[in-house]
């Protein structure tokens, strides 16, 4: 099956800092996903972008299917940022099941 | 917006007993999908439905099953519970299984079962 990491695995910011996450996969894809993981458990929906460049507030996403890449901008970190990023996958063959990274450990620190 | 509850945040339960965890999407979503999330092993797909009573196993399905007799329903059931089914429950939808493009995944709040 398709192989998706992350990194860093940890990351530790003081507010105001940038950072960028990446998400590297093995395989072609039909859709990309990032997700932030609050402390109570739940994903929230970040990004869906399968290609290209997206925008929203403070954060950003970048996929070069190409290139199996996509990388996640967070700028002026705030504490409210804290928590855990997953990157998913639909590989090409698998239908619409997400395979998840691992994911990336942030705290942000005032 | 997309909604997709859960029907409980915290649930205690006794080895053994019969489990019922359930999911309801309100957009009409034909895909929905059951995640466990446990430490040092990420996200991983139990069972998921692209249809009303249509199912397929993910890639850990082994003691458990899954109902959906409405579309906006998913139930995931244990059978018997037992102490390594202790974990934190994730429900899934998505609109369309044949749909290529656009097919972003909802999640639920999550359900911390604990098995005792």
């Known amino acids: 099956g398709i192989q998706v990491e992350q990194s860093p695995p940890d990351l530790i910011l003081q507010e105001g800092a940038n950072s960028t996450l990446r998400c590297n996969f093995s395989d072609s894809v039909n859709n990309l996903q990032w997700f932030h993981q609050n402390p109570w458990g739940q994903l929230i929906n970040l990004f869906y972008?399968?290609?290209g460049t997206k925008q929203n507030g403070r954060l950003s996403a970048t996929t070069v299917a190409t290139e199996r890449y996509s990388l996640l901008y967070i700028s002026s970190s705030q504490t409210t940022d804290s928590g855990v990023y997953f990157c998913?996958?639909?590989?090409?063959?698998?239908?619409?099941?997400?395979?998840f990274g691992e994911g990336t450990q942030l705290t942000v620190n005032p | 917006d997309v909604k997709v509850t859960q029907s409980s945040r915290y649930l205690v339960k006794r080895t053994g007993e019969k489990v019922f965890l359930e999911c309801v999407q309100d957009?009409?979503?034909?895909?929905m999908f059951w995640y466990r999330q446990d430490p040092g092993l990420g996200l991983r797909l139990i069972y998921f439905s692209y249809d009303v009573k249509m199912k397929e196993k993910g890639d850990i399905p082994e003691g458990y099953s899954v109902s959906r007799e409405k579309k906006e329903r998913f139930s995931l059931i244990l059978e018997s519970a037992s102490t390594n089914q202790t974990s934190m429950y994730l429900c899934?939808?998505?609109?369309?299984?044949?749909?290529?493009?656009?097919?972003?995944?909802?999640f639920g709040p999550g359900t911390r079962l604990t098995v005792l």
């Open positions: 998913a996958v639909v590989w090409e063959t698998s239908g619409s099941r997400l395979t």
């Open positions: 972008i399968p290609s």
């Open positions: 957009m009409d979503h034909e895909n």
């Open positions: 899934a939808s998505s609109l369309c299984y044949l749909q290529s493009s656009y097919n972003e995944q909802f």
